[in-house]
Every structure is written in structure tokens, then in C-alpha cells.
């Protein structure tokens, strides 16, 4: 095998400042739990959008967001896992006919449960964004 070149790049790029304040809203209005597994581990934790960041509904607000460990997070991002409007978590079926590990397996166990919400009405996640984030889902998953 050839050695592998260290190579770098100096990249400019935007940060969103404002990600801060949004999981530091987020986190708390969901007891600094992913709303998925219930991990409570806050280095694990992340703020995740529902609609993304640079979309038009993509706003910073609590209603937008879930609390989501990494693993979920990323799941999420990748359409591996949706969540219905009625807060119902759905595990692609592509991963759920996938025999892999022990980590499959428990992703897997968490299809059809209840999404952990906030106890106060207002800060839990639009039902609208949800359904039109499910709904690419559905189409990504489908395909």
C-alpha cells in the first residue's frame, strides 16, 4: 500500500452562529434527552432541525428542532429514520430487512414508538414540518 500524502486546504465557510442559542433551547425543552433512545448524555446530544437551516420554514425555533443523540441525528439527516406527524418513529424498511449487529438491532427496535416530546404543547415539533419532512422520507425511502 502507498503512504497516504497529508494534503490541507484553507476553506471559508459560514457558521451559524445561532446554533448555539437554538440547542440551548432545544436540549432543555426535551429534559437534555434524545427524544428517540432517551440517551441522556449531553456530549451526545444535538439540536436537530426539522426543516433544515437554509430552507424557507427552516427557522430556529424550539418547534423546529428535536433533541436527538448523534446516531439518531444522523439517521434522521439520512433518511434512515422519520418521524409521522402523530410523533411516530419510522425506521426505514431498508434498514429494518438489513441483518447487521447489536447497534442495527436496537435502531431497529425503535420503529413504530412514540417520539419523546416536551410536556408544554408549544414547544413540541410542528406537526406540519414534521409531515412534510416525513413525506421526503416516504419518497427517499421508497425509491
Known sequence: MDPIER???????????????????????????????RLKEQRLLDAAHIVGDLEERGDAVVANGVSLCSIHHRAFDHDLVGIDADYTVRVSRRLLEEEDGPMLELLKGFHAQRLFVPARSS?????????????RFLARTTS
Open 7 to 37: 494534503r490541507y486546504v484553507v476553506r471559508e465557510v459560514n457558521v451559524r452562529v445561532h446554533q448555539r442559542r437554538f440547542r440551548g433551547q432545544v436540549l432543555p425543552a426535551y429534559r437534555d434527552q434524545c427524544a428517540i433512545c
Open 123 to 135: 414547544l413540541r415539533p410542528d406537526r406540519e414540518r414534521l409531515a412534510a419532512r416525513f413525506d
